[in-house]
């Protein structure tokens, strides 16, 4: 079966890191480009970050770049968001998700995991 499990989710102080993880199976994870998204609650969902099957490039939305990292591991079917420098406006429930090549929808996504950043 096909799953999208995150973790890596928390409190964190302004100006902390944390890093989310997504690991993926039940499908061929090297055929996909992965994404990060986030919401809030009574907002949308907001785009974060992607990152390509091949050859590896990387996209942020303006409100993280700089900050935030994604990375993944083909070998352990995981993708990685670090985020660094952590505002308040950062707090929200974040989403991995995976994008078939060629594809114009998200096949698939994560259950979410809360980051609150507060002092």
């Known amino acids: 079966q096909v799953q999208l499990v995150q973790s890596g989710g928390g409190l964190v102080q302004p100006g902390g890191s944390l890093r989310l993880s997504c690991a993926a199976s039940?499908?061929?994870?090297?055929?996909?480009?992965m994404e990060w998204y986030r919401q809030s609650p009574g907002k949308e969902r907001e785009y974060v970050a992607f990152?390509?099957?091949?050859?590896?490039?990387?996209n942020y939305a303006a409100a993280v770049k700089g900050r935030f990292t994604i990375s993944r591991d083909n070998a352990a079917n995981t993708v990685y968001l670090q985020m660094n420098n952590l505002k308040s406006e950062d707090t929200a429930v974040y989403y991995c998700?995976?994008?078939?090549?060629?594809?114009?929808?998200?096949?698939?996504w994560g259950q979410g995991t809360q980051v609150t950043v507060s002092s």
């Open positions: 039940g499908f061929t994870f090297s055929s996909y480009a």
């Open positions: 998700s995976a994008r078939r090549i060629g594809s114009t929808v998200i096949d698939y």
């Open positions: 990152i390509t099957a091949a050859p590896f490039i990387t």
